[in-house]
């Protein structure tokens, strides 16, 4: 009887020793899968920063390809015409002199970005979930950049096309006489690449916070031994990704 009690004595102590180590195992595993979603956090957060302005930042978020190409597509199909003033473009400055003299920057081809890289940015700098590429390469994407002349696209500079095609006093101060047809052209072709960009922003934010949540959960899970571990984990993340996908209303 003795060696009985003794035995299941032993045997309470074996299982609470079990149960201590079972739940030491549990803990270490959720706060390795909670560090890992706070570094995956952290990478994520050095991922989407962007500078505090757009000033001498331009090269960050520029693409000379893009506006290249642009206009080897429009001359691809032979004559060009500005499509606001009606003038004939030239693809080379040199033919423009040749053929223009001083009027050349009214004949030389140039591509504009309809919505300007800078208010490009300045509508994206607050979305934690758009990098400087997805900036980059939503401002310049085709909707975004039009072949006009180099006379247009000089002193329409940041302005969008709303400011720039509205302000009659400013394009007579340019020489621009334009007609009201053209200055209608010029806004509703801005509004409608504005339009665009918003929709593209949105969807590569909703992207990337899934694709952000989901490199998070694997890192979770990858660093912990236990299932309930890793969960512990994930679901600092899963706040995290809630929040982001509420913030998508404000950038419509």
């Not at 595993?29 to 050095?46: F, M, P, R, Y």
């Not at 590429?133 to 401002?139: E, L, N, R």
């Not at 101060?173 to 010029?186: P, V, W």
């Not at 990337?208 to 679901?235: L, P, Y």
Request: charged letters at 30%.
């Amino acid at each position: 009887m003795t060696k009985l009690f003794g035995f299941l004595k032993k045997k309470k102590v074996y299982e609470e020793s079990d149960k201590s180590d079972s739940s030491a195992i549990t803990a270490a595993t959720g706060l390795s899968a909670t560090h890992s979603a706070q570094n995956s956090t952290l990478k994520a957060a050095e991922t989407f920063k962007k500078p505090e302005s757009y000033s001498g930042n331009r090269k960050l978020y520029d693409s000379p390809s893009a506006k290249i190409n642009a206009k080897k597509r429009a001359f691809e199909n032979g004559q060009v015409t500005d499509p606001y003033t009606g003038k004939k473009l030239e693809l080379r400055k040199a033919d423009a002199k040749l053929k223009y003299g001083e009027k050349w920057d009214e004949h030389l081809a140039e591509a504009d970005h309809i919505t300007p890289l800078e208010r490009v940015y300045n509508d994206s700098k607050r979305n934690p979930w758009l990098k400087n590429d997805d900036i980059k390469s939503i401002g310049n994407s085709d909707d975004n950049i039009e072949v006009v002349s180099r006379k247009i696209n000089n002193a329409k500079r940041s302005r969008t096309n709303d400011e720039f095609y509205n302000d009659t006093e400013y394009l007579k101060d340019e020489g621009l006489n334009l007609t009201e047809e053209a200055k209608q052209l010029g806004i509703e072709r801005g509004r409608a690449s504005q339009h665009t960009i918003d929709r593209k922003k949105r969807i590569t934010t909703a992207k990337n916070i899934v694709k952000t949540g989901h490199e998070a959960g694997k890192a979770a899970a990858k660093s912990s031994g236990e299932m309930a571990g890793a969960m512990s984990g994930i679901t600092n993340m899963v706040a995290v990704i809630w929040k982001g996908c509420m913030q998508l209303s404000l950038f419509r």
